[in-house]
């Protein structure tokens, strides 16, 4: 009878111990689901899921912090529905808590963080605008017209452009951060949904969902250079590009592709599609592993996020996640 309780102790040490190491197996990575106001928190280690985090509202667009201690997260109104809030929600990632929330202009769909955390640049949907939001003071001290139904925003790697992509107008706006001005506004593909800086700034992408195709930025210039079309899916339908990442080298895309089911891998040097690797229903959202190994979609018909291994181009895990998974980042 002595040596029972220290048994159990044993025991229930050993079985915490195993929780905490599964848990602990890689980075995080966070995917929104926009018709429950959920963020699903995935273990990139094991593929796992390790907790689901109420938001509430319609959560979209999501970014890590610049600490990466954080995650950031744009909320709005559900469809339809007349609770719910337009902010930017700050969650603490070691407790897996909403700390704030800063003021982000009406349907904030997707926003970037600069370096030092002080801005917020936001998309606002319904109003055709993009605000920029200050987060000491918490609140927008610009807001300015860039296009219709305005959605991508993305910052260049020195922090002095910030492209946003308007959907109905099929033009990216480039705001300068140093003035929140507005100085140019270019045409690319019907239905351009997000944008994408190289790591030495010297190229951006845009996806088309509309056009079939990614256009090619020279972001000296904020002009279009080129096109890469995409090929249609075996049916003959178009594949609807909408989120995209590139590889750290600048030598590959990957775009996932909507209602076409896939990823499409681009040959940047080529200018041309060297393969699609079939996912779950409708990816829309697109991360690369901590090590760039792998890929994330969160496919939002199917309501989970598909594992791609890059070196074997296949899918290796499918992990559930909440109702209309919607964006994904990994937090490094």
């Given at each position: 009878m002595i040596h029972r309780p220290k048994i159990v102790l044993l025991l229930v040490f050993a079985v915490s111990s195993l929780s905490c190491a599964s848990r602990a197996a890689g980075p995080l990575a966070y995917v929104t689901n926009e018709r429950d106001g959920t963020v699903t928190v995935i273990d990139t280690g094991s593929n796992t899921v390790v907790s689901t985090i109420s938001v509430g509202a319609r959560p979209r667009g999501i970014q890590p912090?610049?600490?990466?201690?954080?995650?950031?997260?744009?909320?709005?109104?559900?469809?339809?529905?007349?609770?719910?809030?337009?902010?930017?929600?700050?969650?603490?990632?070691?407790?897996?808590?909403?700390?704030?929330?800063?003021?982000?202009?009406?349907?904030?769909?997707?926003?970037?963080?600069?370096?030092?955390?002080?801005?917020?640049?936001?998309?606002?949907?319904?109003?055709?605008?993009a605000s920029v939001s200050e987060t000491k003071s918490?609140?927008?001290?610009?807001?300015?017209?860039?296009?219709?139904?305005?959605?991508?925003?993305?910052?260049?790697?020195?922090?002095?452009?910030?492209?946003?992509?308007?959907?109905?107008?099929?033009?990216?706006?480039?705001?300068?951060?140093a003035t929140n001005q507005i100085v140019k506004t270019f045409l690319v593909g019907a239905r351009p949904r997000e944008a994408v800086f190289t790591n030495d700034g010297s190229?951006?992408?845009?996806?088309?969902?509309?056009?079939?195709?990614?256009?090619?930025?020279?972001?000296?210039?904020?002009?279009?250079?080129?096109?890469?079309?995409?090929?249609?899916d075996n049916a003959g339908l178009q594949l609807k590009p909408k989120g995209i990442v590139v590889s750290r080298d600048g030598k590959r895309l990957y775009v996932a592709t909507g209602r076409g089911n896939c990823v499409a891998v681009i040959d940047v040097p080529a200018q041309k599609v060297v393969q699609l690797i079939p996912t779950g229903q409708r990816p829309w959202g697109i991360?690369?592993?901590?090590?760039?190994?792998?890929?994330?979609?969160?496919?939002?018909?199917?309501n989970d996020v598909s594992v791609i291994d890059i070196a074997r181009g296949n899918v290796i895990?499918?992990?559930?996640?909440?109702?209309?998974?919607?964006?994904?980042?990994?937090?490094?």
């Open positions: 912090g610049p600490d990466q201690k954080t995650i950031w997260v744009a909320l709005s109104y559900p469809s339809n529905q007349s609770q719910g809030e337009d902010k930017i929600a700050v969650i603490d990632a070691a407790s897996g808590k909403v700390v704030t929330k800063f003021d982000a202009g009406t349907d904030p769909e997707q926003f970037v963080i600069n370096k030092d955390g002080s801005r917020l640049y936001i998309a606002n949907e319904d109003a055709g605008t918490n609140r927008v001290i610009a807001t300015m017209p860039v296009g219709l139904e305005p959605e991508g925003v993305a910052l260049s790697p020195d922090g002095r452009w910030v492209y946003i992509t308007s959907e109905s107008s099929s033009t990216v706006a480039v705001l300068d951060t190229r951006a992408y845009v996806t088309a969902e509309n056009g079939n195709n990614i256009s090619v930025v020279d972001t000296s210039s904020h002009t279009v250079i080129g096109t890469i079309a995409l090929p249609r991360a690369f592993s901590a090590d760039e190994t792998k890929l994330y979609t969160a496919n939002g018909l199917s895990a499918t992990i559930k996640a909440g109702d209309g998974p919607w964006g994904i980042v990994v937090r490094r």
